[in-house]
């Protein structure tokens, strides 16, 4: 669904719009990027990035949280509602170097890295690579990710 409806500053009235086009009967099915701590192909580069910018703390509510989930769409009126958990290997790379050049365009983290001085980037890129190389940025690199499943009928 457009929009990230959990990630949305206003899920319920998304997820309403959703509610209201179904059909009597009808299934909203969607996928959100599941707990923080178990999703580091998204969040690696956010752990060096901290080091050198102020970013806010992590929004655990929009990250995976199926109760919280659970209330934004029971209040959109959806009912029987299902979750399941996804773990999966989104991309796998041949080394760090790589993960970083692919993750660093990002938007979240473009837009961070754009805030800190260009003579910084490569230092980060490189701990960055390390860090996903396991130590070693020329380490091949296949980092987990989680996603929430949810589901439910109008």
């Not at 690696?44 to 949280?65: C, H, I, T």
């Not at 509602?81 to 473009?110: C, D, K, Q, V």
Request: glycine residues 10%; contains cysteine.
């Amino acid at each position: 669904m457009p929009g990230c409806p959990p990630v949305n500053a206003r899920p319920i009235a998304v997820l309403r719009v959703a509610f209201d086009a179904l059909k009597p009967g009808g299934r909203i099915a969607l996928s959100i990027v599941g707990r923080l701590a178990a999703n580091p192909y998204f969040t690696l580069p956010f752990v060096v990035l901290r080091k050198y910018a102020s970013l806010p703390p992590y929004d655990p509510v929009v990250r995976g949280d199926p109760d919280h989930l659970r209330t934004i769409l029971s209040n959109a009126g959806f009912r029987d509602l299902h979750f399941e958990t996804l773990e999966l290997i989104p991309m796998e790379f041949e080394n760090g170097r790589e993960y970083w050049e692919y993750s660093g365009g990002f938007s979240a983290a473009a837009s961070v890295l754009s805030q800190i001085a260009a003579d910084q980037h490569d230092r980060i890129g490189e701990e960055v690579a390390a860090l996903a190389g396991g130590g070693n940025p020329n380490g091949k690199v296949a980092l987990k990710s989680e996603a929430l499943l949810a589901s439910g009928i109008k």
